[in-house]
């Protein structure tokens, strides 16, 4: 049974079966699993959409096609029609971020439709929208694909759902300040006999200096350890040698 919160995707009169599968694949990445189609140019099924797909075939399965987009928006009380032209509707104009919140706390069915790759949705399409959704875009060259255009409305809206995050790392917090100025003695130690604090003058400047490069990125206790590992392993001298 389909889950009613979760918006429909309408692909009108979509060309290629491999835009349609790119469709899918952007939808399901994305929890969004309804796909209705109006009347596809090649027909369906279509055996270009499955490679494209890259294993959405649960999206492609379920797809369902219509005659008209009146019928494939009928149980849908909420309609928007993704297009840069208004097309002489008039009609409230919102992003996909400002779609995806009313969608997410309207009462009924929402849908998204999407033209045709080559000429986009015609009047009598969007005269069927309560909104026009429009992805703000260079001006210049507003050229967004199909799948593109489906992956940018199905972001916005998984905003509101509780999809997995990505495993992130667990930072760990900047070493003591002791720590660092083990380093940093330890460096300087190391530098001091090789001049290169040279000339007296300019002395205090050059440690002013590399204590702000080495305090800068915030080093953790476990890269502080490292470092003095590193400049311990430069000190010794090479095996094998007097």
């Not at 009924?108 to 045709?116: E, K, N, V, Y």
């Not at 967004?144 to 995050?165: F, G, P, R, T």
């Not at 400049?231 to 010794?236: A, E, G």
Request: hydrophobic fraction near 40%.
């Amino acid at each position: 049974m389909a889950d009613s919160r979760k918006p429909v995707i309408v692909l009108v009169r979509p060309q290629l079966g491999e835009n349609i599968g790119k469709a899918a694949r952007a939808m399901l990445n994305f929890g969004l699993v309804e796909l209705r189609m109006v009347t596809p140019r090649d027909g369906w099924p279509n055996p270009d959409a499955g490679p494209a797909a890259a294993g959405a075939d649960i999206v492609l399965e379920k797809a369902q096609v219509f005659d008209s987009t009146a019928e494939a928006v009928a149980d849908c009380a909420h309609v928007y029609a993704t297009t840069v032209r208004k097309r002489g509707v008039t009609k409230p104009v919102v992003t996909p971020e400002q779609a995806s919140a009313e969608m997410a706390r309207a009462e009924g069915r929402s849908a998204i439709l999407f033209g045709p790759e080559r000429s986009g949705l015609e009047t009598e399409d969007v005269a069927l929208a309560r909104a026009i959704l429009t992805v703000p875009i260079n001006p210049e060259f507003g050229s967004l694909n199909l799948a593109q255009a489906v992956i940018l409305c199905a972001y916005e809206w998984s905003k509101h759902e509780s999809l997995v995050q990505p495993t992130q790392e667990e930072l760990l917090p900047p070493a003591p300040q002791e720590e660092l100025e083990g380093l940093i003695n330890h460096l300087e130690g190391m530098l001091e006999p090789k001049g290169y604090f040279l000339p007296e003058p300019r002395a205090d400047a050059t440690r002013r200096t590399l204590r702000g490069v080495l305090t800068k990125p915030g080093w953790n206790h476990l890269e502080v350890r490292t470092l003095r590992g590193v400049l311990s392993s430069l000190q010794r001298s090479p095996k094998g040698r007097s």
